[in-house]
């Protein structure tokens, strides 16, 4: 069981992002934001956004938590908008 504080530091959300970050690059090799929709050229600035938003009660449902389908990646400026 995951506290939301912990959870983004959890082997499962990581490999996780790594998978999602495989599978979405385009035929040039880029990850795209999905916010502004440019590329995320530094490997430090791609987060992993959760369209449905995480809290204390949803972070053990892995329908949302380990979903990659409620999963953006964005650029970590795009993020904090």
Known sequence: MYELSTFYQS???RRLL???KLERVNENGDI???YCE???TRAYDIIGHHKIHLTEENVNDFSISLNPENVELVH??????
Not at 76 to 81: A, D, E, L, W
Request: net charge positive; hydrophobic share 20%; glycine share 0%.
């Open 11 to 13: 082997k499962e959300w």
């Open 18 to 20: 790594e998978q999602i």
């Open 32 to 34: 795209i934001c999905q």
């Open 38 to 40: 440019k590329p995320i």
């Open 76 to 81: 970590h400026r795009c993020h904090n908008y």
